[in-house]
Structure formats: structure tokens, C-alpha cells
């Protein structure tokens, strides 16, 4: 029988907040699905969206955008900067038909160690239930003669 | 000498069968939103009904824009390296102009240089070609001011021409007769007609030997800048030409794997030439430009003994500035040195 | 276009330009970017529907800012360009003379306050095939969307037409370029041509003055300008401000408000 279907879940988070409240998860010993791969940046500023882009197009199912909660940001104003540039992101990815389900955008502080792990645990059965995303790997490596 | 024919248009059908019969795939201009290109047909009916050229060149049949020359996986200590292999179907290009088909020879000339192009050489090799001569033009054609002509025959090894009730078929090199020996009841007695009576009229322009002629001594010649003012320096002239050879060759690899692509390349692009250093021997559009036009009507003849155009107007019709390179060589023409 | 002419003859004559970028006759029907640089040149300028090209994407380029100070005819497009290159700080205010021409009237705008308060008396509407397209498009189900772009990529070649028409893609560094790091192939595969034009349509998020140049440049007909386009009007959707209007404007991505409204971050 075939091994049932594990998402990989890449997560883009911020140093001071969504990293730290990870980190907490942890040392609170909360349990959380193990699917997800966190990738720590200084600030949600810092999140591009071809990091978002590279992540699919190197195989993600799902992907998670976290930093720190509007007025918390590290650097002031990061987030705000991140949050306009998500909106007009959003956007133009439905726009060119990407599968929204499969990025989440979200703001974990440092103390929210339990959101974490509940936030990891919906985006991965959501993704999971939404199967491989086929339809982005197909055209990896299509177009090549 | 050729071997001339006549085959009705009913018989096109027939051929086609036969054509796949034997495993070959067709390509043919089809119409897909307005826009003409290449695709794969299985009948006649399927191919545009009234066409001059398609966009693109069908030079990616044989140099396609993107292609796999290598691939490679990394372990520790070790690396595996896998050479690729040309994906070469068998193929009959059907449907051309007689400018697309001569083409394929001044590719043939660059990748059979200096080195024999496996990758090339193997889709060439597969490829099978009907051309079919021009009953119009517009006004970026210019093949009989280099050479060629709405009913040449270099590079097809069938020629079509229609006329009345069917194509006049002239069989021309040993693959033609290869697919003339798969239908042979197809291809009934020539009868003799003037094709160049149905063919397109199209004036010569300008006086290709002399142009030749005179380009080394007028390579600092204002004309270039002044024609290229308007140039923008993307890629649609050498995407689109027939006879466009360049490519870049681009490694996309993570620290596992990776693999070796060959991709068209232009030398309108300012990243070109553009050295490590920050240096660029062509700083500004004006010496791509005059780039492009040497290498097709003075490098090329140099060094192939044969011109780098065609004539086909691709270049003119795809260029979002209308820079006419018709209008252009021959005001080049005109200049005294 | 007599005025148009006898202006442009007096400004070379002058010397207050050393060329006026306008329109000539092309290929058969088609119209063309046109240098005149002498007062004999000037008979060769047309003016007519067929004059579709943004030529405010010449105004940024080496070539033509070494010939001198240039006078420029400007479509309302063209205008609109124009002052978003000053807002972004690709052209001083005076650079050029623009030669404003709107449905046949000649208009010389000396400054970029008259530039603005001249945009500002016009509605900008979208082209009606574009908003049908736009249309089309936003009833289309997600699956389909994907497959009507992947189906419309396939066919891009990267020949970057559709970049280098654009009067607001005067970047000497283009991402595209840069290979350290690499982040958008440059092969033309399918996924180098997804992730190309996603990161153009995010770059003109906010500076794209829909005048549907890209899409125009396409040899292949890909309608690309649809993508900015959609950008543009997302931004004006979600913070209120367009490009191609006022002299001085923050661009949109680079700056926020803290009430910025959404509704999708969890
Ligand atoms: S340079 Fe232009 S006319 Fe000549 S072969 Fe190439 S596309 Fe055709
Ligand atoms: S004209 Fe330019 S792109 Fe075409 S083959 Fe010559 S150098 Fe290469
Ligand atoms: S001639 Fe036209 S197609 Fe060629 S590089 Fe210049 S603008 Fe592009
Ligand atoms: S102009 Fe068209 S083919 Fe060229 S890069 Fe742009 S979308 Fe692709």
C-alpha cells in the first residue's frame, strides 16, 4: 500500500515574534504536526515574495507567512510593509490562477506558542486534505525540449 | 533535376496518412486566436486555410528555445552525470515558405562549423521538409533581395506550388523521394507549369553584393544610429528569425542536482556582450543593431559563403517598433561610403 | 497637426530641443517612433489612431538623453507615463517639452504642475476590449485561470518585448539580469516564464499607467498587460492611489498606512 500523503509546509517567519513563539511551542512542550519547515528571516519586511514563489516551485504543498502582530514589529514598521505587499500579492496570484488554500498568511507573537502549534496543525490538514499541489509541480521542469 | 509532379488536393489527405502511417509526425501552420504558428496536424483540413508566415520561425523544430544538454546528481564525494539525448521524432515540416526552408541551412552552417551539434544534427536528421511557395507577399518580404524566391527550392525536399486544382510537386532530395516512394500513387505526371507565373511577385530591393560589398567600410557609419534610435534592444527580431543561431547556455542546479539548458539567446540584449567586469564592447543599441545586420550580410558570407538571411520579414512583423529590416539594408544600400 | 508641426519646427530652429520625438508612417499601415532632429524632418510626423506606442519609454534611455534636451508628442498614455517617471525620479521636472496632444489638440505643458493639472481634467478609462477581457477572466474558475495563463505562458519566448516597451521598466539592473543570486531563471521554460511575469506584474504594481504597451509588444499576442493592469487597479482598490497622475507620489509597496484593511491574515 502506498505511504498516505504527507504536505511539506514551508514557513517564512519573522525572528522576534512567529520564530520566538515557535520556539516557545516547543519548550512548552506543546505537540504539533511535523510537516512544516521553518525558515527564520529578521522581519516579515524581509519576505519576499519570490522566497514565496521559490518555495513552490522547489516543492512546497502548502506555504505559511508569520510575523509579528500590526504595532509589534521589531523594526516598527515591517509588517506593515509585508502586509500591503501580501494584499497586492494575493491578488495577482488568484489572478494568475495559484491555489490560495495553500498559503497562509498569519501573525504569531512571541508568547503564542499554543496559537503555533494550532495554526501548524489547521494549515496542515487543510493542505493535506487538499492532496500534492500537482498542478505547480507539472510545470516545474515543462517547457524543456 | 527535380522530379516534377502533380498532386490534387484531395490527394493531400491521402499523403498525410501515409505520412503518419509510417510514424511521422506533422507539423504545419495552424490557426489558434487570430495567431499562426506551428502545430501538430493529423489532416489536411486542420492547417490554416490563409496564411503568408507563422510568427515564429520553425527553426525550434530542429533549436528549440529551450533544451536539456546534461543533467547531474551530487552525492558526497560524488557526482553522476547523465549526458541527454536529443528527443528526435520523426518529422515533416509541412507547409513552409520557401525562405523558412532555406534557412535550415545557415543553422546547418553554425552547428556543423567547427563542431558537429549532436543535439541539432539528431533533429535535423529526423526532419522531413514540404515547403510550399508564396502566392502573396506583404511588405516585409524581401527574399529575392537575398537570393531566394516565392518558389526557390533550397532546403525543402518537396516543394508545393499550388495551382489549379491541386500542387505542382517538385521532388527534390533523397528524403523527398523517401516520401514520395510511401504514396507513390499520389503523385501523378508533372504537366509542366510555369510556377513562376503563380508565384508572388516580389521586387528586388536592394543590391545584396553590392551591401556586402561595402559594410566593412562602413562599420562607424552614422545610418546605424540613426536607424536604431527607436530599437528598444529586446529579443523578438532573433526569437522569431529563421536563421538565428545564438544561445546561452544556463546551469540551474541546487547543491543535489542540476542540469545544463541551451536557450536562444540575442544580440540585440545589452547583457550580451556584457563582460564580468562590467565591461560591454557594445555599450549602446546602436552596435547591436549594426551587430545584427553584419552578421547576417558580412560575417556570415565571410565565413559560410552564404548570407545569415532568408528574407522571410519575420523580424520586421514581430518587432514592436517596426524597425523594417527590409527598408533599412536598403537605405544602408544607398549610403556613400 | 499643423500646430503640432509648426511648433515643433520652431523648437528645433531655436534650439530649445535637439530632436521631437513623435510619429512617423511605418510598415503599411503601422506608425512608428520617429527622431526628428532637423526642422526638414518635421514634415515626416503623423497623428492618428495608429499612433499607439508609449514613446515616454525612450526618455529614460541613454541614447536619447545624450542627444539633448528632447521635445516629446504625448498621447494621454504617453503623459501619463511622463509624470510617474517624475514621480519616480527618472526625469526632472523641464527635462523635456512635452508636446500634449489629446483627441488632435496640441497642448505644450512647460512644467509638471501643468502636466498634472492637465491629467487631472481627464477621466482615465480602461480600453473597452481590455475590461471585457479583465471580465472574462475574473468569472473564469481558479483551475481555468491557470490553465488560460499557463496555456498564454507557454508561448512566451523571455525575448522581454513586452519589458523593454514598458515606459516604467528603465531599470539598468533589471532582476531579471542578475545572477547572483538568481532568483528568476532565464530559460523559458515554464516555470522561468510563470515566475518572470509574476515578478514584472509585481513591479508595476503601483507604477503601471495602463497604457497596454507589453501587451501590444507581445509578438505573440500573450495579453500581458491585463496582469499590470490588474495590479495597477488592485493597488487603487486597496489604497486609493494611482500612477500616472501627481508629480509627487509614494509608491504604493513601499509605503503602508497602519489601518491598511484586509481580511485574509489569520
Ligand atoms: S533577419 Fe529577419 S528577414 Fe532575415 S531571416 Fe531573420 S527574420 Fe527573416
Ligand atoms: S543576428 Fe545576432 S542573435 Fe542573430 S545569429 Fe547573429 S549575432 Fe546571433
Ligand atoms: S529591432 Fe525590434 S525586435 Fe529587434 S531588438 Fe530592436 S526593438 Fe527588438
Ligand atoms: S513580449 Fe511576449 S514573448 Fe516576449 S517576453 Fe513578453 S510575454 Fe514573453
Redesign the pocket.
Known sequence: MAEPFEPKITAFVCNWCTYAGADLTGTSRIKYQSNVRVLRVPCTGRIDYMMVLKALHKGADGIIVSGCHPNDCHYTSGNYHARRRWMVFKKMMEVMGVDMRRITFSWVSAAEGARWAQLVNEVTDQVRALGPYSEFRQIVGAGIE | MANTYQLSRESLTSLFGALRKDGRRILAPVESDGRIGLGEVEAPAQVAGDYLQTIM?AKEVAFPKVERLLSYTITPGQVDLKDAEPKAAPTVLFGVRP?EAK?FG?LDAVFNWDYRDKFFNARLEKLAVIGLSCTKADE?C?CTS?GGGPADTAGSDILLTPVADGYLAEVLTEKGTAILNLASDLFKPGNGVDKVAVAAKVEAAFDQPALTAKLPGMFDSEVWVDQSLRCIGCGA??F?????VCFDIQEEADPKQGERLRCWDSCGFHMFTLHASGHNPREVQSARWRQ?IYH?FSYYPQRYDQL?????????R?CPVDMN??EHLTEAAGVTA | MEALKQRAIELLEKGEVKAVLGYAKGTGQARRAFFARQPGQVDKLVLDEACTQNLAAYATKHEVKKLGRVAIVAPPATQRALIQLMAERQLRDGDLAILAVDEGAIKELGSAAALEEHLALKAQGLDAKDKTLLAKLDAMSREDRWAYWQNEFSRCMKCYACRNSCPMCYCEHCTMDCNRPQWVPVASHSIGNLEYHMVRTMHLAGRCVECGDCGRACPVGIPVHLLTISAEETVHELFGQRAGAKAKLDYALSTFKTDDKESFIR
Not at chain 2, 240 to 244: A, E, F, Q, R
Request: glycine share 10%.
Open positions: 520561425s525562405c534557412a545557415a516585409a524581401f537575398v527580431c532573433a522569431v528569425c529563421p536563421t538565428c545584427r547576417k545569415g538571411c532568408v528574407g522571410c520579414g519575420k523580424c520586421t514581430a529590416l527590409k
